[in-house]
């Protein structure tokens, strides 16, 4: 075996000199350093876990495009109730705060059912899978705040929307 210092280059000529003075019919098919085999090794492991991303991301986006459907819908069909209550003196920002607020509180019920069953399935998978701890604090904690991020710039255009109508023109909408 022939062990040189890290970041030292050998030719791979040498590499065959050397291992010819060993044993000259031992053949050599390819010479790689570790990095390569390592690299090579984890490879498909690697593009699972960027496919399992993309996935998640387009995921969340499509959550967000379904959630701002039904903010918009949900402000469209309120509009003479908002025209109203800027009528009796609701300002723009009690009119955003409550469209958001009917947005939000379906993502928070969620989040509160759904963070013990993902633990549960962490606890699950964390037998299956080798190295993965069953319950990871902080992985729950991004991918809840980057939900409530996503969740809140969706219903942000139909709660300004809603802020913006003048109670004349919800009124005669009806």
């Not at 967000?64 to 402000?75: K, Q």
């Not at 723009?92 to 759904?114: D, E």
Request: no cysteine.
């Amino acid at each position: 075996m022939i062990a040189a210092k890290p970041g030292v280059t050998l030719s791979q000529v040498a590499l065959r000199d050397a291992m010819a003075s060993v044993d000259p019919s031992l053949p050599i098919s390819s010479v790689r350093t570790l990095r390569e085999q390592v690299t090579g090794a984890f490879a498909q492991q690697r593009l699972i876990a960027q496919l399992t991303s993309f996935f998640g991301v387009l995921s969340l986006i499509l959550a967000a495009i379904g959630l701002y459907g039904v903010s918009a819908f949900n402000a469209s069909r309120r509009t003479s109730e908002m025209g109203v209550r800027v009528a009796l003196g609701a300002t723009r920002g009690q009119v955003m705060r409550l469209i958001l607020r009917g947005s939000l509180w379906p993502i928070v019920l969620g989040l509160f059912i759904g963070l013990p069953l993902a633990s549960a399935a962490g606890f699950v998978l964390g037998s299956q899978l080798y190295g993965m701890k069953p319950l990871n604090p902080l992985v729950l904690l991004v991918a809840s705040f980057a939900l409530l991020l996503a969740a809140m710039l969706a219903s942000l255009a139909p709660a300004r929307r809603a802020s913006l109508i003048s109670p004349v023109d919800a009124l005669r909408s009806e």
